[in-house]
């Protein structure tokens, strides 16, 4: 079918010239054109009203046309008459402070070369009229001149200048209101959230007239009213006149109406849940003041997707396609009564649910973590337990993370849902080298959190490393002159695939050597190695709540010294031998982003015991500890004969150790403010008290909390303010307690880095026996500090701490210390 | 200096495009593309740009950067649907999209773009010589995508306890399984884990539901053993169809 706009007379392009005012080459013109010598068109016809379009759309060019300058038989001779537009040279704006101006041109694109149209003019002009208008400038003028550059030579420029005129501010003197008798100007003037009148003494917000927010600030005036039973309220006319002084006065003229209340509230469609259920959530009985604007809330609260209200109480009952309306059905006098009309529809259940993005992980390790299965009953919250749960992997960027409802389909009761992915990099390289503890220290840490070991075979896997499986495996190297440690570990989230068991194995394994005070080297014959194995299972538990973990350890370490003799040890040269079981009880329930959690708890109960040997055994440890106690150590007979009563006391270490850590997460501002409080407590206990409290195991408190975890099974708790360990006896602590809290404030939370910053208040203090114990003699500190998660690196923060309390041993506040953290999480 | 780098400096752009050329006969193919990239611009809308266009794409699928080969081999059959080598070009950009296809247990965004650039591609050249070899990429992808459907089925099976209703995932994914892909090879299976799921979840049902249930296992145990009467699975599968029927032979008696 021949298109009647086609319908123009054929003819063959013989020539096609370029008129005008161009810098393009004639060339460049006919060929963006599409226009083609020799080519047969129609015209009039579509051909040309393309080229005329595509010239149009290079935005390079005005009064473009084409004319038909002759034809000769079926010859046509073209010409495309043009105009460059012209290009901006320079942009002067006047009116503004020097620094403002370089965000104006940069926000209305006004830089060299950009081509001046009419629409540029227009939208710079209108912009900025807004944005000043919107800072209460409310008689902003602004005009755009443009002039042209005289040269004949270059192309067509012209020279930009934007006055603007702020004037003053407007302010606003007073508002009235008139008509209202229920509800005084100061309540309705508190409903006006953007519009106040001039007042010395507010300064957060200041008094300004912004068109927009005022109209907004009206309906807020009339919903005020409506929360007051006030259902007719309305505004009848709102006048606003200027003052001589420049200020503006607003008069509002409302009609409150009647005030109403609700009368019976009947429930209409429900079959699922009862009148009674159904009215207790609603908590609006006959005879309440009349409130739409709370009823609205109830029935959907918008503002909290997981509020209690009876859309959410429908919605985790699989009602995916219920819809629930008020109704006034009468209005007697000014009692109302209301229906409550539920249409429930079909329950839905889920069909398909699939999960796209995960171009890394592999599907089972995400798949396991759904809470939302083929053929099981929709709920709104499983739908956000699993968006947190897979953000709690750690494998994906939890701020794009989205569950995506497809195919619904309310006449069979049936969605789709696809969760939408974006893997993170979740692998983390440590090269660190530097001077600490008398000489160079080289670190070299490899962490994979989502590993797969069954590819470590496979060569094609290698894209750097094998990946997709969830298993993490961290491998970390330190050497220096004085130390070298290795360490191994594997962590299988669901050990055999079948259950969500944990199955964590470590290897560890330091030398230390004694500092030769003649060579100034390592002694290599004064030795101190440490060889350590640990091998653990996590459950996660179903009761009291699934947010519960049981995990139970059993670790062995072996320490083996030759002729170390330091104030640590009264024997050099012998052994010790620590096995033990570790077994926790843990729930964490925080959630979305484990960088940053933002709301939920997370605690942990553990307790770490030996077999208590010196049950078993015959040695006679009170007598040992006798003789001990009468010895004396500058003896050097005394002093061996201590170090063979020591090597039996520590042969096999016999302690047992319960530690209890606890962190809330309160959001404040949503989203935003977040209040980290902690609490943490741990104690060191022996079953034979002749035979002691071993050295080993115990709690240094102080500084950063980095430590050097495997040397004697010691733990180094982090007290910011004070230096490194520095509120523990040099042999540590038996029991240690602290309290924190915490203000966190993101400042990015991108997938590329993350950042917030922190102000904490903490107190704590370990002591060296239970006598000693006093839970409320604390040091105390506070400070600021910034924290940087970025995947490739971690954790990287630094912490300023203020000490208002002496470190043991010395009588002046401790003062401010820096801690420089990495890798680990206050 | 050696030749080649004098050519990547040169600003002769026949001197590049000879030397290109003699790289890529001689199978150097990534030197050869440093040396076309830099002069494809200019050689577009010349006679010589169809066969420069086709060696760079060429190029890009030898050194395995299956992306830009896809895209260039793509760009280079629409620019030249005439050329005889538009055909090779156009199964050479479908089969860029399968190489780039994934192992089947991640995304597979780029296996259901190969078997649509396939297809079109069949479409498009019936008769074509790489016929054969574009139905057998083409079968291989869609064994991937029932594979994956499959083993997130079957993971629904393996996974499940006997508290949750994981068993009724695991029946629900068969059953959506078996409707996706009538034809797949995984039927038998698929059919025979159907049934496992059903029957755990009958025998361990809570007591209300549980005839119910046992009677929807006997309803898959008939539709499996009618399908594969000498199935490798049959011997199991007979012997949780016996606890079945006994299972519901109580219920018989009791009424």
């Known amino acids: ?826 | 200096c050696s030749e080649y780098q004098k050519a990547l400096k040169s600003e002769d752009i026949a001197t590049k495009f000879k030397m290109g050329t003699e790289l890529y006969d001689a199978g150097k193919y990534g030197k050869a593309n440093r040396l076309f990239a830099q002069i494809v611009p200019q050689y577009r809308g010349k006679p010589q740009a169809e066969k420069l266009i086709y060696m760079y794409s060429n190029s890009f699928y030898n050194m395995r950067d299956y992306y830009l080969a896809g895209y260039h081999f793509e760009r280079f059959e629409s620019q030249y649907p005439k050329s005889e080598k538009a055909e090779e070009a156009l199964f050479l950009a479908a089969k860029s999209f399968y190489k780039l296809s994934p192992v089947y247990s991640k995304e597979q965004k780029e296996t259901k773009v190969a078997i649509e650039k396939l297809q079109l591609f069949i479409n498009k050249y019936p008769d074509s010589e790489y016929l054969p070899e574009a139905n057998s990429l083409i079968k291989e992808l869609d064994y991937k995508l029932e594979k994956k459907a499959f083993e997130i089925a079957k993971l629904y099976n393996q996974i499940a306890n006997f508290e949750s209703e994981d068993y009724e995932a695991s029946i629900k994914a068969f059953d959506n399984f078996l409707v996706e892909y009538p034809g797949t090879s995984f039927r038998e299976d698929a059919m025979y884990y159907r049934f496992d799921s059903a029957f755990k979840l009958g025998i361990n049902s809570v007591e209300y539901k549980r005839k119910e249930r046992l009677d929807i296992a006997a309803k898959y145990y008939n539709a499996f053993n009618k399908a594969y009467p000498e199935s490798k699975y049959s011997a199991e599968a007979e012997k949780m169809n016996k606890e079945l029927q006994a299972a519901i032979q109580t219920y018989n008696t009791q009424s």
């Open chain 1, 1 to 826: 079918q021949e298109n009647p706009f086609n319908s123009g007379k054929k003819y063959t392009i013989a020539e096609i010239i370029v008129t005008g005012d161009t810098n393009f080459s004639e060339t460049t013109i006919v060929t963006y054109s599409g226009l083609r010598k020799g080519e047969v068109i129609a015209i009039p016809g579509e051909r040309i009203s393309e080229a005329l379009k595509k010239l149009w759309s290079s935005n390079l060019f005005s009064n473009i046309d084409i004319y038909l300058t002759k034809t000769i038989d079926d010859q046509a001779y073209l010409e495309i008459s043009l105009e460059d537009l012209p290009e901006l040279n320079t942009v002067v704006i006047n009116g503004v402070k020097k620094g403002k101006k370089e965000s104006l041109i940069k926000d209305n694109k006004l830089t060299k070369g950009a081509k001046v149209t009419e629409n540029l003019i227009t939208t710079t002009k209108n912009y900025l009229t807004n944005k000043y208008r919107k800072e209460g400038f409310y008689n902003t003028k602004v005009t755009v001149t443009t002039t042209p550059v005289i040269d004949s030579i270059e192309k067509s420029r012209v020279n930009m200048v934007v006055n603007i005129e702020k004037n003053d501010k407007v302010k606003i003197k007073d508002i009235d209101f008139i008509g209202n008798e229920k509800l005084s100007d100061k309540k309705l003037k508190k409903a006006m959230k953007n519009t106040k009148e001039k007042n010395l003494l507010r300064f957060l917000k200041r008094s300004k007239y912004v068109k927009a927010s005022y109209k907004e600030d009206l309906v807020s005036v009339v919903d005020l009213y409506k929360e007051n039973g006030y259902r007719d309220a309305r505004v009848i006319s709102d006048s606003i006149y200027n003052n001589q002084d420049g200020t503006l006065s607003i008069q509002v003229k409302v009609e409150e109406g009647d005030k109403y209340t609700f009368g019976k509230i009947a429930f209409v469609g429900n079959t699922v849940f009862t009148d009674q259920q159904l009215s207790s959530i609603l908590g609006l009985r006959e005879g309440d003041t009349y409130n739409g604007v709370e009823l609205k809330k109830r029935i959907a609260d918008n503002s909290r997707p997981d509020a209690r209200d009876i859309t959410n109480l429908y919605q985790d009952q699989g009602y995916l396609f219920s819809t629930i309306n008020p109704v006034e059905v009468s209005a007697d006098g000014n009692v109302i009564d209301m229906e409550i009309r539920i249409s429930e529809g079909k329950p839905a259940y889920f069909n398909n649910v699939t999960v796209v993005g995960n171009d890394k992980t592999n599907d089972r390790v995400i798949y396991r973590e759904l809470r939302t299965r083929p053929g099981q009953l929709y709920s709104k919250t499983a739908v956000v337990r699993t968006v947190r749960e897979l953000g709690q992997l750690g494998f994906f960027d939890a701020q794009q993370l989205s569950p995506n409802f497809k195919n619904a389909n309310p006449n069979d009761g049936t969605l789709d849902m696809e969760y939408s992915v974006v893997e993170k990099g979740s692998s983390q390289i440590e090269l660190q080298g530097g001077y600490g503890g008398g000489g160079f220290i080289g670190t070299l840490g490899l962490s994979f959190n989502n590993f797969a070991i069954k590819d470590i075979f496979k060569k094609e896997a290698y894209k750097p490393v094998p990946t997709g499986d969830g298993q993490s495996l961290a491998l970390r190297l330190q050497a220096s002159r004085f130390y070298q440690t290795y360490s191994f570990s594997f962590t299988e989230p669901w050990l055999g695939g079948e259950r969500p068991i944990q199955f964590s194995t470590s290897l560890s394994h330091t030398k230390q050597f004694l500092y030769n005070p003649r060579t100034r080297d390592a002694d290599k014959s004064k030795r101190f190695n440490i060889t350590g194995v640990t091998v653990g299972l996590a459950k996660r538990l179903t009761s009291p709540d699934d947010y519960f973990t049981l995990s139970q350890a059993v670790s062995f370490q072996h320490y083996d010294l030759q002729n170390y003799n330091t104030g640590l040890f009264t024997f050099g040269n012998g052994y010790s031998n620590n096995l033990s079981y570790t077994v926790g009880l843990s729930r964490n329930n925080t959630y979305t982003d484990p960088i940053y959690p933002t709301g939920g708890s997370s605690f942990g109960v553990t307790a770490k015991f030996s077999v208590p040997y010196s049950l078993l055994n015959d040695v006679d440890y009170a007598a040992l500890k006798d003789e001990r106690a009468g010895l004396n150590p500058a003896d050097p007979d005394d002093l061996a004969r201590m170090g063979v009563i020591d090597q039996e006391r520590y042969k096999w270490l016999e302690f047992y150790k319960v530690k209890f850590k606890g962190d809330w997460y309160t959001n404040v501002v949503a989203n935003k403010l977040i209040i980290k409080s902690g609490i943490e407590f741990g104690f060191l206990g022996a079953y034979n008290n002749d035979r002691g409290i071993i050295p080993f195991e115990r709690f240094f408190v102080g500084g950063d909390g980095l430590g050097n975890y495997s040397l004697d099974g010691r733990e180094s708790i982090a007290m910011r303010g004070y230096p490194n360990q520095s509120l523990s006896s040099t042999d540590g602590g038996t029991i240690y307690n602290k309290f924190s809290l915490e203000l966190r404030y993101p400042i990015t939370l991108g997938a590329q880095a993350k950042i917030y910053a922190l102000g904490f208040m903490e107190g704590g203090n370990s002591f060296d026996n239970f006598r000693d114990y006093n839970p409320f003699n604390l040091k105390r500190s506070a400070g600021l500090g910034l924290r940087i998660f970025m995947p490739a690196f971690g954790l990287l923060g630094i912490d300023f701490g203020h000490g208002f309390d002496p470190v043991p041993g010395d009588n002046v506040k401790n003062g401010w210390e820096t801690h420089f953290i990495i890798g680990q999480q206050f």
